[in-house]
Nanobody
């Protein structure tokens, strides 16, 4: 079993930055990938980016590449999503996802609201 808890969301103006944190507990060694997803208002869940835990390979959705950065602190079982140059379209609930050994786990999400 793996538990995920996102934090760091909030309300900001366009152009601002936020750093989201995903705290991971449980059988984390079984997890091959950590993902970030977002769900904008009235839309389905969308892929934001991922980190492959075996070698640290990272990939991003085109919409956030160059603005968002994923990193992790293995010692603290924490994954981060640094979001810079936020846009109104980034408004969403952001979720952390862990995937491995045929299972996946989700956190409960953290709200990010970008408005002027």
């Amino acid at each position: 079993q793996v538990q995920l808890l996102e934090s760091g969301g909030g309300g900001v103006q366009p152009g601002a930055s936020l750093r989201l944190t995903c705290s991971v507990s449980g059988r984390t060694a079984d997890m091959d990938y950590m993902y970030w997803y977002c769900q904008p208002p009235g839309k389905g869940r969308e892929y934001v980016g991922e980190i492959r835990r075996s070698d640290g390979h990272i990939d991003y959705a085109k919409s956030v590449k160059g603005r968002f950065t994923i990193s992790e602190d293995n010692a603290k079982n924490t994954v981060f999503l640094q979001m810079n140059h936020l846009e109104i379209e980034d408004t969403a609930v952001y979720y952390c996802n862990a995937d491995g050994v045929g299972k996946e786990y989700w956190g409960t999400g953290t709200q990010v609201t970008v408005s002027s």
